[in-house]
């Protein structure tokens, strides 16, 4: 499948890196009145604006940016910054390869439901007692960044996780008893997402998925919207529905062909399909960008 726009790999100072933070205050970009283009990453961002506004556009839902909210931008998630006076705060990015290289396994960044490929992604509100320790974390980080130290990348991956865990421990969830279910649920919720990153173009629906996971349809659906407030259904449909408004916007594909390429082999039944999960169809959706 034709994956869209090129994505852009993080560079620092004209180098690949993989880890950056940087003060808003230093970066050109932190000047009011500017808009980016929408573009996608192939690595994790983190904005947390102190002061400033404007807005952040993540997968086509627009978010004001406020002080002390932070934003968790996910690789292949379409963003855009839209600022109309200028930011202070952070911005944090660090790619897979430094999660793995650092002792941070992938699936401690799929269980804090901070990063969500495709599902809605809010910015999550700092409280007083969470900006002291986050601004604490943060200094430390690049502190370490700045420095030469032979161990700064392990400093900076320590510092990273714990920013994490400080920011997950204060994301609202649902609560659950029972650590076993916790669990259980957890690793349900992650195989099922995988599965949908890696089958949205061959599989639509909820019993394909739950076949291969070895659950009935109605517990993967139970456990899902326990989890993310929608049903296993809508979650494929969305990706589906993404994926479309990714490819009409970044690449050259007729309607027709971003059908074919997300598994709807009549172009008829994928426009009906997307004009009824959002209200247009994607050609308008295109004309208006």
């Given at each position: 499948m034709n994956s869209g726009i090129d994505n852009i790999d993080l560079v620092f100072e004209g180098s690949p890196a993989s880890f950056v933070i940087q003060t808003f205050e230093g970066?050109?970009?932190?000047?009011?009145?500017?808009?980016?283009?929408?573009?996608?990453?192939?690595?994790?961002?983190m904005i947390w604006p102190f002061s400033g506004s404007g807005n952040h556009?993540?997968?086509?839902?627009?978010?004001?940016?406020?002080?002390?909210?932070?934003?968790?931008?996910?690789?292949?998630?379409?963003?855009?910054?839209?600022?109309?006076?200028?930011?202070?705060?952070?911005l944090i990015r660090f790619t897979c390869e430094f999660l793995q290289k650092y002792s941070i396994r992938q699936d401690f960044i799929s269980n804090l439901r901070l990063f969500r490929s495709c599902d809605d992604t809010?910015?999550?509100?700092?409280?007083?007692?969470?900006?002291?320790?986050?601004?604490?974390?943060?200094?430390?980080?690049?502190?370490?960044?700045?420095?030469?130290?032979?161990m700064r990348y392990e400093t900076m991956?320590?510092?990273?996780?714990?920013?994490?865990?400080?920011?997950?421990?204060?994301?609202t969830i649902r609560p659950e008893s029972n650590p076993q279910n916790i669990e259980v649920g957890r690793t349900l919720i992650r195989q099922f997402k995988d599965l949908v990153d890696n089958r949205f173009t061959e599989w639509h629906q909820v019993k394909d998925y739950a076949?291969?996971?070895?659950?009935?349809?109605?517990?993967?659906?139970?456990?899902?919207?326990?989890?993310?407030?929608?049903?296993?259904?809508?979650?494929?449909?969305?990706?589906?529905?993404?994926?479309?408004?990714?490819?009409?916007?970044?690449?050259?594909?007729s309607i027709k062909e971003i059908g074919f390429d997300l598994g709807f082999n009549d172009p008829a039944h994928f426009s009906k399909f997307f004009k009824s999960y959002t209200g247009r169809s994607l050609q308008e959706f295109k004309n208006r960008g």
């Open positions: 970066l050109n970009g932190a000047m009011g009145g500017t808009t980016e283009e929408p573009h996608r990453h192939t690595y994790f961002t556009m993540i997968d086509f839902r627009e978010y004001a940016i406020q002080p002390d909210h932070i934003f968790f931008v996910s690789p292949e998630q379409v963003h855009q910054l839209s600022i109309e006076t200028p930011l202070t705060g952070f809010p910015p999550l509100p700092v409280n007083d007692l969470m900006k002291e320790r986050l601004h604490m974390f943060c200094r430390n980080m690049l502190e370490a960044f700045q420095s030469s130290g032979e991956g320590a510092y990273l996780k714990l920013f994490l865990i400080e920011c997950n421990s204060n994301c076949s291969e996971l070895n659950v009935t349809p109605g517990y993967l659906n139970e456990v899902i919207k326990t989890s993310i407030g929608q049903s296993a259904k809508d979650y494929i449909q969305n990706r589906l529905v993404l994926e479309a408004q990714r490819l009409s916007l970044f690449t050259s594909q």
